[in-house]
C-alpha cells in the first residue's frame, strides 16, 4: 500500500501563497491519478485539484485560476501551488492516490497538512 506524506502547510496571510507537496512511496504511475482535496471545520471534504497519469489536470470551482496542480515522477511527488489564497481558503489538505480496476477503484489519503489563512 502507498504511503502518501504531504508538506508545506502552515499560516498565510490573505493573498499570499504556499506550495504543498506530496510524496508517494512507489512511483506515481502506479496510479491512475493523484489528487488534493481539502476538508474545513464542518464541512465536507471537497475536490481541489486531480492530475492523471496522462498529465490531464481538473479542479474544482472554488480553486480554479489560482491553484495549480503538478507532478514530478522522477521524485515520486505531486505539487499543489497555492496563489491568491482567501480565509475560505483554510482547511486541512489531504493528498489522494486513486487506483482503478475492473469494476472497482482503490483511493488511498495522506495524514493532512493543515493550511491557515488569515485575513
Known amino acids: 500500500q502507498v504511503q502518501l506524506v504531504e508538506s508545506g502547510g502552515g499560516l498565510v496571510q490573505a493573498g499570499g501563497s504556499l506550495r504543498l507537496s506530496c510524496a508517494a512511496s512507489?512511483?506515481?504511475?502506479?496510479?491512475?491519478?493523484m489528487g488534493w482535496y481539502r476538508q474545513a471545520p464542518g464541512k465536507q471534504r471537497e475536490l481541489v485539484a486531480v492530475i492523471t497519469s496522462g498529465g490531464s489536470r481538473a479542479y474544482g470551482d472554488a480553486v480554479k485560476g489560482r491553484f495549480t496542480i503538478s507532478r514530478d515522477n522522477a521524485k515520486n511527488t505531486v505539487y499543489l501551488q497555492m496563489n491568491s489564497l482567501k480565509p475560505e481558503d483554510t482547511a486541512v489538505y489531504y493528498c489522494?492516490?486513486?487506483?482503478?480496476?475492473?469494476?472497482?477503484?482503490?483511493?488511498?489519503w495522506g495524514q493532512g497538512t493543515q493550511v491557515t489563512v488569515s485575513s
Open positions: 489522494n492516490a486513486v487506483r482503478v480496476a475492473p469494476g472497482d477503484r482503490y483511493d488511498y
Open positions: 512507489e512511483i506515481l504511475f502506479n496510479y491512475n491519478h
